[in-house]
């Protein structure tokens, strides 16, 4: 099946950097990698996503990059802000056996912003 | 539209008891998934379902069972609650196409259930 290596654990930055969250795939077959913001004690909530055709993707201060040869995607959010401060999950999405379409998701990075 | 709700937002079991936590949602979403993530981890897939009527195990599903008697609907239930079942368990839903385009993954808002 599909592993998802996800770095760093931990993310502390001052407000007004940038942070930078990076992901590995092991199964090329993988076609969708979206990324998740958990703030403390709520649900995961979409923030972009990314699919396998495309390399790169921008939403204001947000942006995913995707390198299919080397399997790896990375997170980036630049002039960070404290209400940045949250979990980050990567996952990976892959044609499972049988046809269905099941997420891998990496451990998660806490990012801290200090103000 | 409600997205996906969840009941009970918290439980206390004791060891050997049994419960269900329900999921619903209301976006006509074929794909529903049940989740546990324990502190400091990421999601652990339990149960899966591609529509109605068919489901399918995830990497943890030792201790739960499923069923989808309606695209709404999709209630996990625990049987004999053991101490490593204590964990916030979330409910997610999403739209897969016919060609295999995968749309927004939503969670809801999550179970805390402790078990003593």
């Known amino acids: 099946g599909e592993n998802v290596e996800q770095h760093p654990s931990t993310l502390s930055v001052q407000e007004g950097d940038s942070a930078v969250i990076k992901c590995t795939y092991s199964?090329?077959?993988?076609?969708?990698f979206p990324w998740y913001k958990q703030e403390l004690g709520k649900r995961p909530q979409l923030i972009i996503d990314?699919?396998?055709?495309?390399g790169e993707k921008k939403d204001q201060r947000i942006a995913v990059t995707l390198n299919k040869t080397a399997k790896h995607f990375s997170l980036h959010i630049t002039e960070t802000q404290p209400e940045d401060s949250a979990v980050y999950f990567c996952?990976?999405?892959?044609?499972?056996?049988?046809?269905?379409?099941?997420?891998?998701f990496g451990r998660g990075t806490s990012l801290i912003v200090h103000p | 539209n409600a997205g996906v709700t969840q009941t009970p937002k918290f439980r206390i079991l004791k060891i050997g008891q049994s419960m269900t936590l329900q999921c619903t949602q209301d976006?006509?979403?074929?794909?529903m998934y049940w989740y546990r993530q324990d502190p400091g981890m990421g999601l652990k897939l339990i149960y899966y379902?591609?529509?109605?009527?068919?489901?399918d195990k995830g990497e943890v599903p030792n201790g739960y069972n499923v069923s989808r008697s309606t695209t709404e609907d999709f209630p996990l239930r625990l049987e004999l609650a053991a101490p490593s079942q204590t964990s916030v368990y979330f409910c997610?839903?999403?739209?897969?196409?016919?060609?295999?385009?995968?749309?927004?993954?939503?969670f809801g808002p999550g179970t805390r259930l402790l078990v003593l």
């Open positions: 997610a839903s999403s739209y897969v196409t016919g060609t295999g385009r995968q749309e927004t993954q939503y």
């Open positions: 199964d090329s077959a993988s076609n969708y």
């Open positions: 990314i699919r396998s055709n495309v």
């Open positions: 996952a990976a999405s892959i044609q499972a056996t049988g046809g269905s379409y099941i997420p891998t």
């Open positions: 976006m006509n979403h074929n794909y």
């Open positions: 379902s591609v529509g109605a009527g068919i489901t």
